[in-house]
């Protein structure tokens, strides 16, 4: 092949991938995942008796990009409660109905996509305001733990 | 933004996108002095256009990203002499990145700045506005000494090293500097009236300018009041630029009602030509906020060696992304500050030169060092790029000074 035929080719090849991508990215077509939680393990067929259900885990309220749910929760004195970043961008979960009214330093999670993270231990009943520090004054990133 | 609209956007963009395309495809070769000044009497235009498009991924620590996108910029001019020394210079820039990068922006970890639904962006790059510039400048030249009133409804405010997308520095390399809202964010300020004199290399600017960053629309054009200010003195001499500047922006976050002083200094370097050159600038950033004094050190560098071009970013910023949220009046407290730091390899190679443009191919690696107050929630991140690039021009050259 003749170097200039050869070098019009790879400049409609260049041509052809530059407007491919340029008009799959116009359409959105990065596949930028809405995190989910992480996939289970495969399971195989149990030979053995189904062995007894494990605990429960700490109550679990899950943050997506229409907010907190749920937003109120109710526990018992001694427990923790997870936090679940279901979005593609990060949160910050603070203790206080805002930013004036600290409270509840058991509630203090920056959650980056995917991440989950427990409070501390609730060790008093009493009711726990709580709200998103990058989402100030929306109520659906403002909630409360009961805890009784 | 609605979903509907979401998507006319992108219809939109994608005729938009592909007609730039197929026309700069189309235009015949022009023969021009690409280093040719506009000369007396006839009005000269420019077209100036860049465009990275391919495959950005982002290795987390819980859940990785990654994105087919495009980051462009279009910058077009019409200028005119006289021969008595005048000059005026109506500049457009645009950009398509509203319809090639998703609505809340490029994934890119520990990247701050601009706000998407509300809520201030974190790990993403904001997408560029349509009209990135849109303005005009007059010089006059009294002896040796130009003096030069500009003029923009969107444009540069004399604050800053030159913009990342200009500078030679950083022409190969699709991402934005993490320092980028600490240095030369200010690029695309709604609003700038601003005066400079230049003599023998020496400048002195100062301008007034709208001090918030662009809203979340990012096809309309932000008009406000020029309520902020800042001064500039440079020096350039040969292949060596320097300038430290300083500048007060009122409100500078849109949800966020304290205002911050941005000071900063560069040296930069640029020897040789298109095919075969050295460049480099070192920079300093730093933005003095209610909530503490965030400080951002660059380095970048490209080499081009012919056809081969390699180039690198090494960087240091003091983010504060784990209290990024908004304090009304009255409730602002330091923020816990994290000093992340960043280097970038990347190569790209010529694979075709035409009369209306340069065709590369080419990908680049990012790794970071995380402080120990993100490394519960950022582990050791890497990106990744690899991407096609096209660079173009036809008549007379731009100016990517400011």
């Known amino acids: 092949m003749r170097p200039g035929v050869e070098g019009d080719a790879v400049l409609r090849a260049a041509l052809f991938i530059l407007v491919t991508l340029t008009i799959t990215a116009c359409s959105g077509g990065g596949s930028t995942p809405a995190p989910t939680s992480p996939t289970p393990p495969v399971t195989t067929v149990p030979t053995t008796p189904t062995p007894a259900p494990a605990p429960p885990g700490p109550p679990t309220i899950t943050i997506t990009a229409s907010g907190m749910t749920p937003l109120e929760i109710t526990i018992d004195v001694g427990q923790r409660v997870t936090f679940v970043n279901n979005d593609v961008r990060a949160h910050d979960v603070v203790g206080g109905v805002d930013p004036a009214h600290p409270d509840c330093p058991e509630v203090l999670q920056f959650l980056t996509p995917g991440q989950r993270g427990d409070t501390g231990v609730f060790t008093t009943a009493r009711t726990c305001e709580y709200h998103d520090h990058t989402m100030l004054g929306v109520p659906a990133f403002q909630g409360r733990i009961i805890i009784r | ?402």
């Open chain 2, 1 to 402: 933004m609605t979903p509907v609209l979401s998507e006319r956007k992108r219809i939109a963009g994608r005729l938009v996108v592909f007609s730039l395309i197929v026309l700069a495809g189309v235009t015949p070769a022009r023969a021009q002095d690409p280093h040719q000044h506009p000369s007396s009497d006839a009005w000269q235009w420019g077209v100036e256009g860049n465009v990275f498009a391919g495959y950005n991924y982002q290795l987390r620590k819980f859940t990785d990203f990654d994105e087919i996108e495009s980051q462009n910029w279009l910058m077009t001019s019409l200028s005119k002499m006289w021969s008595g020394g005048s000059r005026i210079q109506i500049i457009g820039m645009f950009s398509f990145e509203p319809f090639t990068l998703q609505d809340i922006g490029s994934p890119q970890v520990f990247q701050t700045g601009e706000t998407f639904n509300g809520a201030p962006l974190i790990d993403y790059q904001h997408p560029h506005d349509l009209i990135m510039n849109l303005g005009a400048e007059y010089s006059h030249g009294f002896g040796a000494t130009t003096v030069t009133v500009a003029g923009y409804a969107v444009g540069p405010a004399p604050l800053g090293p030159p913009v990342f997308m200009h500078r030679p520095s950083a022409s190969e390399n699709p991402q934005s500097p993490l320092s980028h809202h600490y240095q030369d964010s200010t690029h695309i300020t709604p609003g700038v009236v601003s005066i400079g004199v230049e003599r023998a290399g020496f400048g002195l600017e100062a301008g007034a300018f709208h001090g918030q960053e662009p809203d979340e629309d990012r096809l309309d054009l932000d008009t406000a009041a020029l309520d902020s200010y800042s001064v500039r003195v440079s020096w350039a001499d040969g292949p060596w630029q320097l300038q430290a500047s300083s500048g007060h922006l009122k409100t500078p976050e849109r949800k966020s009602p304290y205002d911050e002083t941005r000071l900063t200094a560069s040296a930069s370097y640029f020897k040789g030509d298109e095919n075969r050159s050295t460049t480099w600038l070192a920079s300093f950033g730093q933005n003095r906020e209610v909530f503490g004094n965030l400080e951002s050190y660059l380095f970048e560098a490209q080499k081009r060696a012919g056809r081969d071009a390699f180039y690198m970013r090494a960087e240091t910023t003091a983010k504060d992304i784990l209290d990024a949220g908004f304090h009304p009046i009255g409730i602002a407290h330091t923020h816990r500050q994290s000093q992340v730091s960043a280097l970038t390899l990347g190569y790209v190679r010529d694979i075709a030169n035409r009369s209306f443009g340069r065709f590369g191919i080419g990908g680049d690696v990012t790794g970071y060092l995380v402080p120990d107050n993100l490394e519960e929630s950022y582990g050791s991140p890497w990106s990744f790029h690899v991407f096609l690039r096209y660079h173009g021009r036809f008549g007379a050259r731009l100016d990517h000074s400011h």
